[in-house]
């Protein structure tokens, strides 16, 4: 009998312990579920008695902050840690849904680990001096080129706009084919669009807002980026009058049927243009960092995903062992040899089992290095938003650049003070 | 113009019958045409989807997509989980409905005005800005990826167009077809059974098309309230094809004629031979 | 079937007239009282704190504050009057093909269902997708709209990046998908309308648009209220539609309330001044189907 009582108790006292060693992450639907499932079956086996549940969300960021917005408002603690957008930490620090990471990573080793990142991913991530999610993988905007039209022609891949607009100017007037486009790039209303309106102004030497997050974007900027890519349209005429409802993916498939000589867009291109069985350019695509403008610097446009932990998790200190994990180089590995998925530690862009799966990531480290984040704000949508819009309406030729950038200027200047 | 529409039955022998053939063709055109087009990318690559002139009809028509997505997502759970909801949201919505709407119908209601209005009134909040309360009741209650945390809201959502159609459709059935039945000696709820709703029939499957079909296509409670991979209804798995930024057409396509065929094809037969046969049988009698 | 009659008798039976009433309203009331009671309670009460999460989690009571910020906006204006020039154009739009389509689909044809399929189809096909496939179908480069019109000899047009264009495709959109919607209404009211009357007026000499003026419309007349009255809910809560195929673009040129109300609540989580858009959203269209709801009542009180 006493012995009945004891095993009783010991099986409670299992599945009670069982019970809090559970952990729940969330990845989107577009983040290949079953490679999380795969590091994380590496994590429960190192460590015996976690159990770790992916919860699989929506496929598109949009649809993951529809349904992570309901559940962290409502204080939910069902999840523990989220794999979330690069646009997302400083929203979340705001909101206090994410737990500050600093408490676990004490005196240097917070340093040491940031160290080793990407330098864009520590200056996204850390949110008034204190750490909010570690980054899991890269994204970046390449400029797409066609290698051998641009060798058919004796050119060289483009270092500024101007290198990039005369050589779609000569491939498109030797070419003749009414079916080929000069530049592709985002116009219509998304994500790819703010980095659309953000490229011109980086690739002059200027930014949004300084290290203090004071506004020093002016209308002067603001109108010259809007005009450039008008101009594109317009009066270089090497990108076509619809680029106001292009969406990205649109240009991704044309391009790969060979219909665009330049094509700005993120990482996951790459791999359509060479593998997908009806691509017209499998061999005949080549990588370089965005152009810049004279006495400008290049630079990309950052993506990426990061990792964050919920600060309504009952057990945090177990998710951030999880988390640390899936963002330790060994995590970053299979996530760039399975899914070829952009490493944040540039030491793994020289790792042979990486470059064995993909060779073109000797290309890619230097545009990533070359990325820049979105301005870090809790109220970047609504930056976006503004930015999007201005953008949009001026390629669809429902507002001049001249009207378009006094909105941008005063919606910022209004978001920017706190209004 | 069509005849009879216009009023007068037999006179439609008369006219040509060609005006009954575009009459038809008009209707079907509009409403197939989608559709089609949606059964023809399925069987187009996507390279396809992007060359110029745009092609109708698939050059190389594949199946290749249905077997990828069948591949990539388990469609016949998601398929399964869709159908339980559907069906058990319609019947509850329409049983709830069919009792209060003959309350509202036929006996002396207080404040009826003041009920119809709340019902109606109900359904002008946009459901995405009630979504953090409802996550929040459904999880107090303990049944978030349970079946009925999206049966129950569901019902409620399609309850008052139901219960406003099956009103205006009881309130049409004449009461003496009703007072004799109770004379025979049947109740209320009686007659209610076996001669209001039989009559009201095409009313009672109208509001059971509209339950089910706002059900079998709604998607933000879905995917809040059901989120487990094994709970997830069609239109929350269907939109898994996507990735960040690409949105394959003909992995999408495929996956919508598999939602879209059984369940208009079910709709149609229904309709054709139970409620064919029901109003039939009611008018006459 | 007798035992069970004789068991609603035991229970039903003796029950006054109002008794019976409550009790057959009673599962109705508990059913949206559990989905909207407490949701909608909160949402008005969000709606008078300032709760903005970018600014941290805590809500400050500010009154009728957001409700007056709304009514200096901007783009509260611009989004509501895009979502009134929708309501005007589609509802009656989607009432007058629907009403055709329905009495197509009432004629005599030796199969039905062909015509009873191609009036449900576009109800059946996903909301999300609609949107979607027309956005595809409006698109200027490989949009079978444009297409049509090339092989007719005719010009290309921008759908989706002209303002005008694109609030006439999206309306065109909303009508093709809610015109179903009234149709499955309308054609059930046809079928109650007894063919007896019919052939009375005949005898009696009327015309065919007489019998359609003198007894299809009035009989048919609850079932037209009843569409309308939801068709008009849905208008003014329009959201997926011009979301799938402009995103409010270009600019904002096609922003409804409903868009707006997302913008604020999901993406910016500005919980008070979304909270209180969408109070203002209720309240603008309650004010436009109380006066359908007096001819409902009207109609047999």
Known sequence: MKKLVWLWLGVFALSFAMAQTKIRVFVGGQQRPEIWRKILDNFEKANPGVKVEVEVGGATSDQQQQYLTTVLASRDPSIDAILIDIVRPAQYAAAKWADPLDKYLPGVSKANLL?????????ADEIDGKLYALPSFADAEFLYYRKDLLEKYGLKPPTTWD????????????????????IGFMGNISEGTVCSFLLPIWASGNDVADKNGKLTLTEDQARASLQFWLDLMDKYKVSPPNMAEKAQDTIRNEMQQGR?????????????????????????????????????????????????ISDFSRNKALAYKVVKYLTSPEASKILAVDASNLPVYPALYKDPDVLKANPWFADALPVVLSARSRPVSPRYPEIADVMRKALNAVLARTKTPDAAAKEVIAGLQAIYSGK | MAPRALGVG????????????????????????????????????????????????????TFQNYLQAFREQPLGRYFFNSVVVGVCSTLLCVGVASLAAYALARLQVPRRGLILSLMVGISMFPVASLMVPLYQTFTELGLRNNYLALILPHAALSLPVATLTLVSFFAGIPRDLESAAMIDGSTRVGALWRVVMP???????????????????????????????????????????QGEYSFPWPLISAALVVALVPVALIIALFQERVVGGLTQGGVKG | MIRSERRYRRSFGDLSEGALAFWLLLPAGLLLGLIALYPVGRLIYTSFFKQRLSEGPQATFIGLANYAQALADDRFWNAFWNTVKIVVVTVPGALVVGLLLALIANLPFRIKWPVRLGLLLPWALPLIFVGLIFQWFFDSQYGIVNDV??????????????????????????VWKTSSFVALILLAGLQVIPSELYEAAEVDGASRWQGFWRITLPLLTPAILVALIFRTITAFQTFDIPYAMTKGGPGTATETLAMYV????????NFGYGSALAVLLFLVSLAITVVYLRYVRGDDG
């Open chain 1, 115 to 123: 160290k080793q990142l990407l330098p864009a991913y520590a200056q």
């Open chain 1, 163 to 182: 290198e990039t607009i005369k050589a779609a100017q000569t491939i498109l007037a030797g070419e003749k084919n009414p079916n080929l486009n000069g």
């Open chain 1, 260 to 308: 665009w000589i330049f094509g700005t867009l993120f990482a996951y291109a790459w791999n359509r243009f060479q593998t997908d069985p009806d691509s017209q350019v499998k061999g005949k695509i080549g990588v370089v960092p965005l152009p810049k403008f004279e006495g400008g610097r290049a630079a990309s446009c950052l993506g990426g995903w990061q990792w964050t």
């Open chain 2, 10 to 61: 037999m006179n439609f022998l008369r006219s040509p019958r060609v005006w009954l053939w575009i009459a038809a063709a008009i209707v079907v055109v509009n409403g197939f045409f989608p559709a089609l087009w949606i059964f023809f990318t399925s069987l187009k690559l996507e390279g396809e989807l992007t060359r110029l002139p745009i092609t109708y009809w698939p050059q190389h028509p």
């Open chain 2, 199 to 241: 009559l009201a029939a095409p009313g009672v499957f109208t509001a059971a098309i509209l339950a089910f079909v706002n059900s079998w296509d709604e998607f933000l409670l879905a995917s809040t309230l059901l989120p487990a991979k094994a709970m997830r209804t069609l239109p929350v798995g269907i939109q898994l094809y």
């Open chain 3, 149 to 174: 019109l090339m092989r007719l000899g005719l010009n290309r047009e921008y759908w989706l990046i002209q303002p005008t264009l694109a609030f006439w495709a999206i309306c065109w959109t909303i």
């Open chain 3, 262 to 269: 997302r913008t604020e609540s999901i993406e910016n989580l």
